[in-house]
């Protein structure tokens, strides 16, 4: 099982980092976050499983820090689960030291999205 660590868009002016995990088990993408004020306060677990067919799309954005896993989802339920604020898509932060692994994770989702 592949597993990446990923970071979302801090919350409210940076006060709340948002933190987590990803991997494929065969039948959903399984995203797990941690919120957590300041880092270390008030922290909270989601865990959000995704069908493939649920996403209209998949891709890997490599950038010079930090890589982009891109998910489209197919309907806005998926955004309102995830916590933090996405307009349309959502962007895991992978560091670029881990793109093998993101690589890997998004084959293997995209790999399901065409022959479920």
Known sequence: MTV????LNDLHAGLTEIKGAAWFDGEFLVLETETALFGEF?????????????????RLDRRI?????VLFPKTRTLLDALPGDHLGEVHLKVWRTKRALAE???SEVRHQMVYG
């Open 65 to 69: 820090v930090q890589d982009h896993i």
């Open 104 to 106: 890997r994770l998004v």
């Open 42 to 58: 008030n922290k909270k677990q989601h865990t959000v499983k995704i069908e493939p067919a649920a996403l209209s799309g998949i």
């Open 4 to 7: 990446v660590a990923f970071k």
